[in-house]
């Protein structure tokens, strides 16, 4: 089959309208929120299962990938078709098809968006816990390939945690469900293997969620401190004194600028860090878990805790806190934001080196991160225009991974691999580990038809991937 | 198929410097705007989101693709809403750079539909008595029976235009005298902009404006040369008439020792609060622009400013209101107009769900994107059906005029008010309760 007859035949199975062959329509395609960018040559948006499962065939038949791609918010790359090929864009995929309250589940498809699913059954007093800061925006689908998590993974735990089943299109286009509606289903948990595969398994077209009922009452503190390494102790001796907050966040003096200059909410420019402490619960043990905390912070010398006085503050500081990674504009036209993870115990001593990799490199690195679970997202800020700067940049990651994993840690919490990290798995699994993994990988997709070129090492890629206007750096791809 | 690996793509097309705006460089492509964009949400297209649009910008700056029709159609397909600016944690304008393309590739739609909406611009619009004269022939037209006579013969896409023309009123409003002194003492001096189709098609919203404000201690003056802002020419890039019609509001309200320029219409609002952007590069008229911007308030922002005096009476209604784009999301205003309907005794106000959503209407789309349009105002629609709401409240024309004709098309079928309508209507029962009670005696 030709690109000619494979248009033709996407058209006959999703309509004319939702097949972009142009390229003042497939380039926007090339990226999503992170730095790379790779034109794919079709981009396909069919609006049910069947017609993604034609689309799989159709592909297989041509033999071209494809990449599975929810609302393009990903950090790593993931739905940058590395190799070129089909997008298959499952943002029509929208719809919610079932609530069940007293089961506790909603079924919905890929494309529904992740607030969405708690805004619908909020007035009933329950929620969809993993929470990623782009919720507004990401979709559960994408959630599902990511194993996303978000500030209240520290309570909650991340997206896996919460998949009853998905129905899944793999590679002949069989449409078949891993897991189902109840939990624990005998035999192989295919869907815990498929959650967080980043599109490298099949196309998942629906997922069972659980729903959590919402908490009695939920307290929010905002403490403001004047040296990071304080902050940082606070989280430790928050957790060591028993509290098990829903959340604990930090941000950093560049990140609370970039914050102040894109949608303004009133955090102290001058403050070395800022902390979030989200407890939730019973009322008489938030309060008391909510005063502890604020005790711990004073004791640590933080400047001042306010204790959000109601809903309004409480989501205001929340806005900020998940607005923060797309207000890095106002500072720098790009970051590279990484996503390693240390033990909570050492969070002071990798913010130090954060701190002094920021100096090697001569770049400055805005923190905010879940405090919580030890997960960093250190930003790099720069500018793609400025010739040489995204080498540093690249090198600079590399050194903030390097101390993650020397520091007992790993390399994505929650991002994924995408292409991004994909050079670095290596650091952190041996070749008998990586062997097995892709042999689960060819039980599932033989012919390397979904999302190629991602979450495993490759010698060198195929494609090239571009990073405009300057070229890849040497080294990016080991 | 031979799969052919990607290469990389720098362009072969010239590199367009009046594309290469800095907003493209704020935007991080986070993608939290996609699920507030209108566009992207009834067609799941990346290209018809505002990441999209930005990317297309980026790329026609960089020479990798060209200004064909499919890039026109993307830029236009937009709705310049704006709530896209509201949802971006780094502050991208948006606007500014969907306006600056516009201006670049021009008016929409084929040669024909550019060269009427080039003469609308450029004849029509800053000509206050050639535009009345339009909308007296208009009215003549439907009030004749030459409409019901005519509709026979126009092809199909003209008769839906035709019947989305809402009744011309009989009277134009026309202030009484150039300067209306204030009603009791006087507390603020200000100009009201007259608009274009504001005195045409809503006289009586104006007379109500000016109600308001003189009593509330506002001495109103009308300045004879004002014009058209110049809106609905930046929204399709017709620039240059858009600068010429700024300058002369500026020569005309700036030095008339006000204390404000109030406008009543968001869209209006929102563009002269940024002639101060429009003429940034005019060496004559950027300081000037600046001062002037700096001026000019929403009726209901200023209102809300210099606090309501005066008795009023109950309003029996229930309402609902919907959040004018340019207002919401061009003027950031939205608790001062909830806050004034809150002043109306016996009012009561119920949220619709995504009342900061646009309703379709946005300028001339309503006729250029008809099939956009009444998707989105069905699912308005719908919101506002929910409320179970007796009126609608919206201070904006285009969406009073959107949001009357989708009453009457898809439902409720209820009032739609300016918020200026309510508020006076309070405060007139309240000055005509004590002449009724006389007239009794």
């Given at each position: 089959m030709d690109k000619r007859e494979l248009i033709f035949e996407l058209r006959r199975i999703?309509?004319?309208?939702?097949v972009l062959v142009e390229k003042e329509d497939v380039i926007v395609y090339e990226q999503d929120g992170s730095i790379f960018q790779v034109m794919p040559e079709l981009v396909v948006l069919p609006d049910n299962v069947e017609a993604v499962s034609a689309v799989v065939k159709a592909a297989q038949r041509a033999n071209v990938p494809i990449v599975p791609r929810g609302s393009?918010?990903?950090?790593?790359?993931?739905?940058?078709?590395a190799e070129g090929g089909i997008i298959l864009s499952l943002a029509r995929l929208n719809r919610i098809l079932k609530i069940d309250l007293a089961d506790r589940l909603a079924i919905v498809e890929p494309g529904v968006i992740n607030l969405d699913v708690t805004k619908v059954v909020s007035k009933d007093g329950y929620f969809y816990a993993p929470d990623p800061s782009s919720q507004a925006a990401c979709s559960i689908g994408g959630n599902v390939a990511n194993n996303s998590g978000g500030p209240h993974t520290l309570a909650y735990g991340v997206t896996t945690n919460h998949v009853l089943g998905v129905e899944v299109v793999l590679d002949k286009g069989e449409i078949v469900w891993l897991g189902g509606e109840v939990p624990d289903t005998p035999g192989y948990d295919l869907c815990g293997v498929f959650v967080g595969s980043e599109g490298t398994m099949g196309i998942v077209t629906k997922i069972a969620v659980k729903l959590m009922q919402t908490r009695e009452s939920v307290r929010t503190l905002l403490a403001i401190f004047d040296d990071m390494d304080f902050a940082t102790k606070t989280v430790v001796d928050i957790t060591a004194a028993g509290i098990i907050p829903a959340a604990l966040e930090i941000m950093d003096q560049t990140t609370i600028e970039a914050v102040e200059r894109g949608a303004p909410v009133g955090l102290p420019r001058d403050a070395a860090a800022v902390l979030i402490v989200e407890v939730e619960g019973l009322s008489e043990q938030t309060e008391r878990a909510i005063g502890l905390a604020a005790e711990i912070c004073q004791h640590n010398h933080a400047r001042q805790v306010k204790i959000a006085k109601d809903d309004s503050e409480r989501q205001a500081l929340w806005k900020a806190r998940k607005g923060a990674f797309g207000a890095m504009g106002t500072l720098a036209p790009n970051y590279y934001v990484q996503d390693g993870v240390v033990p909570r115990s050492q969070l002071p001593e990798m913010m130090r080196r954060i701190a002094a990799i920021s100096k090697q490199f001569n770049l400055p690195i805005a923190n905010v991160f879940h405090a919580g679970d030890g997960n960093l997202h250190p930003n790099i800020l720069f500018d793609m225009r400025h010739p040489g700067e995204l080498d540093r940049v690249v090198a600079a990651g590399a050194a903030t991974l390097r101390a993650c994993i020397e520091l007992g840690g790993s390399i994505t919490g929650e991002h994924g691999v995408g292409l991004e990290k994909k050079a670095y798995i290596g650091l952190l699994f041996n070749e008998t580990d990586l062997a097995a993994m892709t042999r689960v990988r060819q039980a599932f997709d033989p012919d390397g038809r979904?999302?190629?070129?991602?979450l495993f090492p490759t010698p060198a890629s195929c494609g090239e991937v571009r990073l405009e206007p300057a070229k890849i750096p040497a080294g990016l791809w080991i | 198929m031979e799969h052919t690996h990607p290469t990389i793509d720098s362009g072969n097309q010239p590199k367009l410097a009046t594309l290469d705006l800095p907003e493209l460089y704020q935007c991080v492509h986070c993608g939290l705007c996609l699920n507030q964009c209108p566009t992207y949400r009834a067609t799941g297209l990346e290209p018809e989101s505002p990441r999209g649009r930005i990317h297309l910008v980026k790329a026609a700056a960089d020479g990798r693709i060209e200004l064909n029709d499919r890039f026109k159609e993307h830029l236009y397909l937009c709705l310049l809403c704006r709530a896209c600016e509201s949802a971006c944690p780094s502050g991208v304008q948006y606007g500014r750079i969907a306006e600056t393309a516009r201006e670049h590739i021009g008016p929409p739609g084929s040669p024909l539909a550019r060269s009427m909406l080039s003469f609308v611009f450029t004849q029509l619009l800053p000509y206050p008595r050639r535009l009345k004269l339009a909308f007296a022939l208009l009215r003549f037209y439907q009030r004749t029976g030459l409409q019901r006579m005519l509709r026979l013969f126009l092809p199909k896409r003209m008769r839906e235009m035709d019947a989305m023309l809402p009744a011309i009123p009989k009277n134009f409003f026309k202030p009484e005298a150039e300067t209306l002194p204030a009603i009791g003492p006087r507390r603020a001096r200000v100009a009201m902009l007259n608009g274009c189709v504001m005195p045409l098609m809503f006289g009586e919203v104006n007379h109500a404006t000016l109600r308001v404000l003189r009593r509330n201690g506002c001495e109103v003056i009308f300045p004879k040369r004002q014009i058209c802002c110049g809106a609905l020419n930046i929204h399709n890039g017709e620039n240059i008439a858009a600068k010429k019609m700024a300058r002369q509001n500026i020569d005309v309200f700036l030095d008339a020792g006000l204390d404000a320029v109030v406008v009543n219409a968001a869209g209006c609002g929102a563009a002269m609060k940024e002639y101060d952007y429009l003429l940034?590069?005019?060496?004559?008229y950027a300081e000037k622009a600046q001062r002037f911007s700096a001026l000019v308030k929403d009726a209901g922002e200023f209102l809300a400013g210099l606090g309501l005096v005066g008795a009023m009476t109950p309003v029996n209604l229930t309402v609902t209101y919907q959040d004018p784009c340019h207002l919401?999301?061009?003027?950031?205003?939205?608790s001062q107009p909830r806050q004034l309907l809150k002043s109306i005794p016996g009012l009561r106000v119920i949220e619709m769900e995504g009342s900061d959503r646009c309703c379709g209407s946005a300028g001339i789309y309503n006729l250029t994107h008809a099939g956009m349009s009444q998707h989105l105002l069905k699912e308005k629609m719908q919101s506002v059906g929910a409320t179970q709401a007796d009126a609608i409240v919206a201070p904006n024309p285009g969406c009073m005029l959107q949001l009357g004709y989708g009453g009457k098309n898809y439902g409720p079928d209820i009032a739609v008010y300016h918020l200026m309508d309510l508020l006076d209507r309070a405060y007139r029962q309240a000055e005509d309760a004590p002449q009724i009670l006389k007239n009794k005696t």
């Amino acid at each position: 089959m030709d690109k000619r007859e494979l248009i033709f035949e996407l058209r006959r199975i999703v309509g004319e309208l939702y097949v972009l062959v142009e390229k003042e329509d497939v380039i926007v395609y090339e990226q999503d929120g992170s730095i790379f960018q790779v034109m794919p040559e079709l981009v396909v948006l069919p609006d049910n299962v069947e017609a993604v499962s034609a689309v799989v065939k159709a592909a297989q038949r041509a033999n071209v990938p494809i990449v599975p791609r929810g609302s393009g918010t990903g950090l790593a790359g993931g739905a940058v078709p590395a190799e070129g090929g089909i997008i298959l864009s499952l943002a029509r995929l929208n719809r919610i098809l079932k609530i069940d309250l007293a089961d506790r589940l909603a079924i919905v498809e890929p494309g529904v968006i992740n607030l969405d699913v708690t805004k619908v059954v909020s007035k009933d007093g329950y929620f969809y816990a993993p929470d990623p800061s782009s919720q507004a925006a990401c979709s559960i689908g994408g959630n599902v390939a990511n194993n996303s998590g978000g500030p209240h993974t520290l309570a909650y735990g991340v997206t896996t945690n919460h998949v009853l089943g998905v129905e899944v299109v793999l590679d002949k286009g069989e449409i078949v469900w891993l897991g189902g509606e109840v939990p624990d289903t005998p035999g192989y948990d295919l869907c815990g293997v498929f959650v967080g595969s980043e599109g490298t398994m099949g196309i998942v077209t629906k997922i069972a969620v659980k729903l959590m009922q919402t908490r009695e009452s939920v307290r929010t503190l905002l403490a403001i401190f004047d040296d990071m390494d304080f902050a940082t102790k606070t989280v430790v001796d928050i957790t060591a004194a028993g509290i098990i907050p829903a959340a604990l966040e930090i941000m950093d003096q560049t990140t609370i600028e970039a914050v102040e200059r894109g949608a303004p909410v009133g955090l102290p420019r001058d403050a070395a860090a800022v902390l979030i402490v989200e407890v939730e619960g019973l009322s008489e043990q938030t309060e008391r878990a909510i005063g502890l905390a604020a005790e711990i912070c004073q004791h640590n010398h933080a400047r001042q805790v306010k204790i959000a006085k109601d809903d309004s503050e409480r989501q205001a500081l929340w806005k900020a806190r998940k607005g923060a990674f797309g207000a890095m504009g106002t500072l720098a036209p790009n970051y590279y934001v990484q996503d390693g993870v240390v033990p909570r115990s050492q969070l002071p001593e990798m913010m130090r080196r954060i701190a002094a990799i920021s100096k090697q490199f001569n770049l400055p690195i805005a923190n905010v991160f879940h405090a919580g679970d030890g997960n960093l997202h250190p930003n790099i800020l720069f500018d793609m225009r400025h010739p040489g700067e995204l080498d540093r940049v690249v090198a600079a990651g590399a050194a903030t991974l390097r101390a993650c994993i020397e520091l007992g840690g790993s390399i994505t919490g929650e991002h994924g691999v995408g292409l991004e990290k994909k050079a670095y798995i290596g650091l952190l699994f041996n070749e008998t580990d990586l062997a097995a993994m892709t042999r689960v990988r060819q039980a599932f997709d033989p012919d390397g038809r979904f999302n190629p070129a991602k979450l495993f090492p490759t010698p060198a890629s195929c494609g090239e991937v571009r990073l405009e206007p300057a070229k890849i750096p040497a080294g990016l791809w080991i | 198929m031979e799969h052919t690996h990607p290469t990389i793509d720098s362009g072969n097309q010239p590199k367009l410097a009046t594309l290469d705006l800095p907003e493209l460089y704020q935007c991080v492509h986070c993608g939290l705007c996609l699920n507030q964009c209108p566009t992207y949400r009834a067609t799941g297209l990346e290209p018809e989101s505002p990441r999209g649009r930005i990317h297309l910008v980026k790329a026609a700056a960089d020479g990798r693709i060209e200004l064909n029709d499919r890039f026109k159609e993307h830029l236009y397909l937009c709705l310049l809403c704006r709530a896209c600016e509201s949802a971006c944690p780094s502050g991208v304008q948006y606007g500014r750079i969907a306006e600056t393309a516009r201006e670049h590739i021009g008016p929409p739609g084929s040669p024909l539909a550019r060269s009427m909406l080039s003469f609308v611009f450029t004849q029509l619009l800053p000509y206050p008595r050639r535009l009345k004269l339009a909308f007296a022939l208009l009215r003549f037209y439907q009030r004749t029976g030459l409409q019901r006579m005519l509709r026979l013969f126009l092809p199909k896409r003209m008769r839906e235009m035709d019947a989305m023309l809402p009744a011309i009123p009989k009277n134009f409003f026309k202030p009484e005298a150039e300067t209306l002194p204030a009603i009791g003492p006087r507390r603020a001096r200000v100009a009201m902009l007259n608009g274009c189709v504001m005195p045409l098609m809503f006289g009586e919203v104006n007379h109500a404006t000016l109600r308001v404000l003189r009593r509330n201690g506002c001495e109103v003056i009308f300045p004879k040369r004002q014009i058209c802002c110049g809106a609905l020419n930046i929204h399709n890039g017709e620039n240059i008439a858009a600068k010429k019609m700024a300058r002369q509001n500026i020569d005309v309200f700036l030095d008339a020792g006000l204390d404000a320029v109030v406008v009543n219409a968001a869209g209006c609002g929102a563009a002269m609060k940024e002639y101060d952007y429009l003429l940034r590069e005019d060496s004559e008229y950027a300081e000037k622009a600046q001062r002037f911007s700096a001026l000019v308030k929403d009726a209901g922002e200023f209102l809300a400013g210099l606090g309501l005096v005066g008795a009023m009476t109950p309003v029996n209604l229930t309402v609902t209101y919907q959040d004018p784009c340019h207002l919401a999301h061009g003027q950031k205003i939205r608790s001062q107009p909830r806050q004034l309907l809150k002043s109306i005794p016996g009012l009561r106000v119920i949220e619709m769900e995504g009342s900061d959503r646009c309703c379709g209407s946005a300028g001339i789309y309503n006729l250029t994107h008809a099939g956009m349009s009444q998707h989105l105002l069905k699912e308005k629609m719908q919101s506002v059906g929910a409320t179970q709401a007796d009126a609608i409240v919206a201070p904006n024309p285009g969406c009073m005029l959107q949001l009357g004709y989708g009453g009457k098309n898809y439902g409720p079928d209820i009032a739609v008010y300016h918020l200026m309508d309510l508020l006076d209507r309070a405060y007139r029962q309240a000055e005509d309760a004590p002449q009724i009670l006389k007239n009794k005696t």
